[in-house]
């Protein structure tokens, strides 16, 4: 029997700072991960409109300038076509209020800035298993 090849896991970075996702993109690279990236909210949702049926993950920073994250999950999670993407927030946002607000707009997972490159790619591997 002729194993099927696995899809290539499609993750969307959102993040104002350039070095963030530089850095991200690398270690999604590292990971096999298929990486696009965008530096703020208009341009991030102008890619999930047009590419919404092949993101499996969004990780998404909440400081941006213009549209913040929260405002983006919202509209995410709100959105018959878009509610099903695994949102992370991605941010250095950590208190226990602000957690809370993402559950609350839906977010599915909440990784903290700064952070470990294999633990980032061990927590996505989970997070997509």
Sequence with gaps: MIKMAEKEKVILVVDDEPDILNLTKK?????????????????????????????????????????????????????????DIIVVLFTVKSFNEDIQKGKRLGADFYITKPFSGKELLKKIDEILA
């Excluded at 690279?29 to 965008?38: A, E, Q, R, S, W």
């Excluded at 969004?58 to 878009?82: A, Q, V, W």
């Design 27 to 83: 270690f999604l690279d590292l990971g096999n991960y298929k990486t696009i990236t965008c530096s703020n909210g208009k341009e991030a949702m102008k890619i999930i409109a047009e590419k919404y049926n092949v993101i499996d993950l969004i990780l998404l920073d909440i400081m941006m300038p213009g549209r913040d994250g929260y405002s983006i999950l919202e509209e995410i999670k709100t959105n018959e076509d878009y509610k």
